[in-house]
């Protein structure tokens, strides 16, 4: 009898086991914070449905039109279609800029939309592989630096990579303008590391660049503009941008998140970046 009781114990662990284990595995992605820092290329490798008001305060080097700040009040949206496919609209939103060299101005950023496929879905090894493509419509205000060339676009792959509560998000991609006499081609690389806390406390630290990789007519200076901005540089081929960042998100409901982050540049140049305060919240449907 006690023989037949252990065995039927047995079975019945291990069919519990074997149906909580997966259902641990699609949970990973509950745990990972996803970034805040560089919003508009710094894509997620989650598929996901969500609407995220951003804010950015970013302050210029005083080098750079005499310093100054720029304000950036924005919207993404991004609707998953499936568990694999999404649709993504990373850049939109208002402009104000406050600068001793150029003045005070605000406009209407560019539109930009695309979409990104998770092509490696591996829950039981905590792993996703999601590559994308978005296009920039230059529908902005010339005034706030938007609206120029003929648009580009910008193709990347993100992943993100679990270990228990420890993640490691990663985004690498090019952006390819439709006119490279006037705008800037570039190539941009973002990380993240993050950890779960609690639902409250989720810290994480970044590192954002880009790499310049041709000069074309716009201004005669030797940087770009970040990723906000498409000067189209006659003097940047060859130059690249960095920040490094930290800060954290908190889940304040099941499906609401709020996100806050510090960067800071690490390049050397003087250029558009000295550092910059991101204040993101993603609902999700």
């Known amino acids: ?12 662990l291990a069919a519990v086991t074997s149906v909580a284990a997966p259902a641990l595995a699609d949970d990973w992605l509950e745990h990972a914070a996803n970034p805040v820092t560089n919003p508009i290329f710094f894509e997620s490798a989650q598929i996901q449905s969500e609407v995220r008001p951003l804010f950015l305060h970013h302050r210029l080097d005083n080098g750079f039109v005499g310093g100054g700040s720029v304000n950036v009040y924005a919207l993404q949206l991004r609707y998953a279609v499936n568990d694999r496919l999404a649709i993504i609209a990373t850049k939109d939103g208002y402009i104000d800029t406050h600068t001793p060299g150029i003045g005070n101005r605000g406009g209407w950023a560019d ?55 420890f993640h490691v998000s990663a985004n690498v991609g090019a952006r390819i303008p439709n006119d490279m006499s006037k705008s800037t081609a570039s190539l941009h690389y973002s990380g993240q590391l993050d950890y779960f806390v609690c639902k409250w406390f989720m810290p994480f630290v970044s590192v954002n660049a880009f790499t310049t990789l041709n000069g074309a007519g716009g201004l005669p200076i030797t940087s770009e503009g970040f990723d906000l901005i498409n000067f189209g540089s006659g003097h940047a081929n060859g130059q690249t941008q960095a920040a490094v960042g930290g800060g954290f998100r908190s889940r304040v409901l099941a499906n609401v998140d709020l996100g806050f982050a510090y960067e800071v540049e690490v390049t050397s140049q003087t250029d558009i970046f000295k550092d910059r305060f991101t204040v993101d919240v993603s609902w999700r449907f």
């Open 1 to 12: 009898m006690s023989t037949t009781f252990l065995n039927t114990s047995a079975l019945a």
């Open 111 to 165: 539109l930009a939309a695309g979409l990104k496929y998770a092509l490696i879905k591996d829950d039981a090894n905590q792993f996703q592989l999601t590559p994308g493509f978005t296009v920039d419509l230059p529908t902005g205000n010339e005034k706030v630096f938007q609206g120029t060339g003929k648009g580009e676009w910008n193709a990347f792959v993100s992943a993100v990579k679990g270990f228990g509560d």
